[in-house]
């Protein structure tokens, strides 16, 4: 499909993490309502795939869901355009904001096209259950994939990420040192790997080890094998988190289980542990850091389990919370929270915490 423009360029932004690029605005007169047919959204200046994730998905992490079911539509991720219809049947289970009337509707009024999720009030956003915030929320895919975790001191079979390539020469690398989405990279892999076209792998960096715990993995991105010659690997960028470079590593991608009819119950008295380490190292966690517990796949935790964070308790004094973590990955021994509800300073290296509740099956 051929698009006549006057400009366009790119702009690159750093927002929780995340790398991802934003279009300038064409000189396009956008439709008044962005809804149709109730399963539609009609694009406006200004707006992205982020930007609509993060509205209608609550994440702007998820925006590959709607470019998933938009192959016909959306050419380039980077770029979308005023007066182009986003299907949205298929995605009604994530929908924060909906699931989306079937009847054409007028934007809600705090919504502005193009705005970001340092300029909009999440709050203000109309949400899919009423029920309270320790209920925590779905955890999804791309939640599993990009907390990262504690390598428990175990040898895992990384694969070396050498830097990008070309497609016409898989075996050459380019002059570039870091990759983006849709890009090719290339990986020396373990001599006893076992690689097939279209594994997917999750690359990562790995961070100074904790005492006792191993290394942090850091994921960056997701990449999926396309070409194999010996002991390389060509594996395009799909799913990007944060600086895809080389120097990095690589793994199979693990299974992600989908627990989303499931849904977390309290418990009293539940387990306890502790903080081992904050991931990125941050001094105030905040919402949606991620933090590494003491406990894991072999105490019992499963995925979707919420734990409170509490101060040290005192003689005499009673446990008084600080915040809330959702588990969002697992590893035998550890596990990693999200933190979803900030209340008061305390979550440290060290800080005790409870579980409050429990995913039922």
Do not use: C
Request: proline share 6%; net charge negative; charged share 20%.
């Amino acid at each position: 499909m051929m698009r006549k423009t006057i400009f366009r360029f790119n702009i690159w932004l750093l927002v929780s993490g995340a790398a991802f690029v934003i279009a300038a605005p064409r000189q396009v007169v956008a439709q008044e309502t962005p809804f149709t047919d109730g399963q539609v959204h009609v694009v406006r200046t200004g707006e992205t795939l982020w930007t609509l994730a993060e509205y209608y998905l609550g994440d702007p992490l998820l925006w590959p869901e709607i470019y998933r079911i938009n192959p016909t539509v959306v050419e380039d991720p980077h770029w979308i355009y005023p007066g182009e219809r986003l299907q949205l049947a298929g995605l009604d289970s994530m929908l924060v904001a909906g699931p989306i009337p079937r009847q054409p509707v007028q934007a809600p009024a705090d919504y502005r096209g193009g705005s970001t999720i340092f300029s909009r009030n999440r709050d203000d956003r109309p949400v899919r259950s009423a029920a309270p915030l320790a209920t925590g929320r779905i955890v999804r895919r791309h939640q599993f994939y990009s907390a990262g975790f504690l390598t428990e001191q175990e040898e895992l079979p990384w694969a070396a990420l050498l830097g990008a390539t070309d497609q016409s020469t898989y075996g050459t690398l380019t002059e570039m040192s870091a990759a983006t989405l849709g890009e090719i990279v290339l990986l020396g892999v373990p001599e006893d790997a076992n690689y097939q076209i279209g594994d997917s792998l999750l690359v990562a960096r790995l961070m100074p080890e904790v005492d006792d715990w191993g290394h942090i993995v850091l994921p960056t991105g997701v990449a999926q094998v396309i070409a194999m010659e010996g002991q390389r690997v060509a594996a395009r960028i799909i799913l990007q988190f944060s600086r895809v470079a080389d120097g990095q590593v690589a793994l199979p991608l693990e299974p992600f289980v989908d627990m989303s009819d499931v849904t977390p119950v309290t418990v009293e008295d539940g387990m306890r542990a502790s903080v081992i380490v904050t991931r990125d190292g941050s001094l105030i966690p905040t919402q949606r850091d991620i933090v590494f517990i003491d406990v894991g796949r072999e105490d019992g935790v499963v995925i979707g389990d919420i734990f409170e964070v509490l101060l040290p308790r005192e003689l005499g004094q009673e446990d008084r919370r600080v915040g809330l973590m959702q588990i969002v990955h697992l590893r035998a021994n550890s596990a990693s929270g999200s933190i979803f509800t900030v209340q008061d300073l305390g979550i440290t290296k060290g800080a005790p915490v409870r579980l409050v509740r429990k995913m039922s099956t």
